[in-house]
């Protein structure tokens, strides 16, 4: 007979402790009829049951995360990507990009936005420029970095050329996010890299001593860049933060407090220590990745050693544990330079820079081991720490060229530019067409006369600097920032500035407000100089271009707005531009061209009476009397009182010759 469900539930409660033949006794059943139904709870699953236990959880996992895609969630973390319908074909670097790098920061560092084709054409001569804040241009304005000196000049030297500089300098990153897009820069095709990196690895994003750190393990450092990628691992981040706030009291920010300073996690890091030694290690190995790629990509670098200000008092001195005084080493070093003892000094400054404890300056070692990368994997090196010495008092790098411990002041970052340009120079990197005649005073007049940089671009640059300066590490902390409170606006650029500055309005608003302002005082030449400082820094779109040439248009200002309004006809071809340009080919004469022009423009728009009128004028310049009258017929037609019209027409009858 059959087993009961009764029977069955006895036999499984009791198979593990009894025999089959006892278990039989027990419920008077045969002893094989129970036997057989303890082999069929024994019997093994197929194998294909354990293939499927694996390969289950995997495709749900995998489902999840091409759901996740599928429906944007979290952050795209892709190196490069379009950030505007209005330019499709233009990649820039990704504004979110630091969030691969960054956990603990809700607003981290800004990205440079320098687009270029995703399909790099024949006539582009391509560079990508790795570093930090340096490389960024920090304190300034992004036209006035080093990566945009080399980008004007070659723009200037073969305007044949398509000239892409793209600047993947980030403030507060380092060598990690370096080694991190070796391959996303390898694939765009550069025809060649700079390097200006190394001071970050402390307290940059990952550094060692960062409060942005995995300590000295690069392996969970790298395995959290390519976590973070992946949408399952943000959706589960997201969900410990909501329930980490929904259950914890929520910290003070504060507001005022610098980068520089949420970035410090260990701040006394000895000369020659682990920490010391893990930040020089972190640095050789990622650069080391970085140049792997670019040598397998036969991608030419350039890179160049790091330069400081070493008049910058040391942050932290540190007695007793074997470590020299990082303090008083600065000031006998101030003592032999007063005394004239200036080789002695030169050490001394070093040494109170190496003593430092707070690491923002890089140690020497840097330096070497980017000698050594630079032999190892015959790298064009540059020794810019030689090329600033040269330019400072007793060799001794000091505020002469910087504004802070490390970041160069505007000559500073020109000596970088031209630094860089002498070695593509040297080595014949550089685009392959003949390049324009200019000797070098010539072209150093055209580089400061048309740099794009404006009163309200130094304002800002003074108040970040105040900002910094007036702030832990330069001043105890909690203590009130009194460089900050000390300005005082007095212009009407100082308040905008300061608007910038509180996030209140971004740079290129403020720059099309401030240029309206001037506008409206008739000062024409400061209008021009902000807007050419939004064409600089995003050129490829026609907003700008519109906009000064229709004010320097209306202003009357025709010779002005012509090489504004090509750019704009370049970008996009309408009635507008084909209407002013024939109308200032007209004023200059040129009667051929200006009726090509307009009668373009009326092909796109029929209805603009001062187009008619115009080209009227210009028949008239070339003798076609006829098609004059005609032009001048329609422009009534479309306004009678159109301002001088009827007494050109009139004029215009008496001359035809009558039939």
């Not at 220590?273 to 790629?293: A, H, P, R, W």
């Amino acid at each position: 007979m059959s087993l009961s469900n009764k029977h069955k539930s006895i036999i499984l409660k009791k198979y593990r402790k009894l025999p089959a033949k006892k278990i039989s006794e027990e419920l008077n059943l045969d002893v094989q009829e129970v036997q057989n139904y303890l082999n069929e709870i024994n019997k093994k699953p197929p194998f294909y049951f354990y293939i499927l236990l694996i390969i289950m959880p995997i495709l749900f996992l995998i489902s999840l995360e091409i759901g996740l895609r599928l429906f944007n969630y979290g952050r795209n973390l892709d190196a490069f990507i379009t950030i505007s319908d209005e330019f499709p074909d233009l990649l820039y670097l990704n504004p979110d990009l630091p969030f691969r790098y960054v956990s603990n920061l809700s607003t981290p560092p800004a990205t440079v936005l320098d687009g270029f084709k995703k399909e790099k054409p024949d006539s582009t001569f391509r560079i990508f420029v790795m570093g930090g804040s340096s490389t960024a241009g920090w304190p300034y304005a992004y036209n006035a970095t080093f990566p945009r000196y080399i980008q004007r000049k070659l723009a200037l030297l073969y305007p044949e050329y398509n000239i892409e500089v793209i600047n993947l300098g980030i403030t507060a990153h380092n060598s990690y996010t370096i080694a991190d897009l070796a391959e996303d820069v390898a694939v765009q095709k550069p025809d060649l890299v700079l390097v200006y990196a190394g001071h970050n690895e402390y307290y940059g994003a990952l550094g060692v001593a960062s409060t942005e750190s995995y300590g000295s393990s690069m392996f969970l450092s790298k395995l959290m860049i390519e976590l973070r990628q992946i949408k399952i691992f943000q959706l589960m981040n997201n969900f410990i933060n909501y329930l980490t706030a929904a259950f914890t009291a929520k910290a003070e920010v504060d507001k005022d407090e610098t980068l520089m300073s949420r970035m410090i996690g260990d701040d006394k890091i000895l000369y020659n220590s682990d920490t010391y030694k893990n930040g020089i290690e972190q640095f050789q190995e990622n650069m080391s990745s970085f140049l792997e790629v670019m040598k397998q990509n036969s991608i030419n670098v350039i890179i160049g050693n790091l330069v400081c200000n070493y008049y910058q008092k040391p942050f932290v001195s540190v007695s007793g544990q074997g470590q020299k005084n990082a303090d008083s080493i600065f000031i006998s070093a101030k003592e032999k330079l007063l005394a004239g003892e200036i080789e002695n000094s030169q050490k001394l400054f070093f040494e109170a820079k190496e003593y430092d404890a707070l690491r923002f300056r890089a140690p020497g070692k840097m330096n070497s081991v980017i000698n050594e990368l630079a032999q190892k994997y015959n790298l064009s090196f540059i020794d810019l720490a030689s090329v600033f010495q040269s330019k400072s008092s007793h060799g001794i790098i000091g505020y002469n060229l910087m504004v802070d411990h490390l970041h160069p002041n505007l000559e500073g970052y020109d000596l970088i530019g031209k630094a860089f340009y002498k070695v593509m120079e040297e080595k014949n990197f550089l685009p392959e067409s003949k390049k324009y005649s200019f000797s070098e005073t010539e072209l150093d007049s055209i580089m400061k006369s048309n740099f794009p940089y404006t009163q309200l671009d130094s304002v800002i640059s003074d108040l970040r600097i105040r900002r910094l300066l007036g702030s832990y590490p330069f001043v105890p902390k909690n203590e009130p920032n009194q460089l900050a409170l000390d300005f005082i606006p007095t212009s009407f650029e100082d308040s905008l500035a300061i608007r910038v500055m509180r996030k209140e309005i971004s740079w290129r608003l403020a720059h099309q407000e401030a240029a309206q302002y001037y506008y409206a005082q008739k000062q024409f030449v400061k209008f021009i100089k902000e807007m050419d400082a939004v064409i600089a820094d995003q050129p490829y779109g026609e907003i700008a271009y519109a906009f000064i040439a229709s004010g320097l248009v209306n202003a009357g200002l025709y010779s002005d707005a012509l090489k504004y309004l090509f750019k704009l006809h370049e970008l996009n071809p309408n009635d507008y531009t084909y209407k002013w340009l024939g109308s200032i080919a007209l004023v200059n004469k040129k009667y051929n061209i200006a009726i090509n022009y307009l009668k373009k423009s009326i092909e796109l728009n029929n209805k603009d009476a001062q187009t008619y009128y115009n080209l009227s004028g210009a028949y008239f310049n070339v003798g076609n009397i006829n098609d004059a009258v005609k032009s001048v017929e329609r422009c009534l037609s479309l306004n009678g009182n159109y301002p001088q019209a009827k007494n050109f027409y009139q004029a215009l009858l008496n001359i035809k010759p009558s039939k």
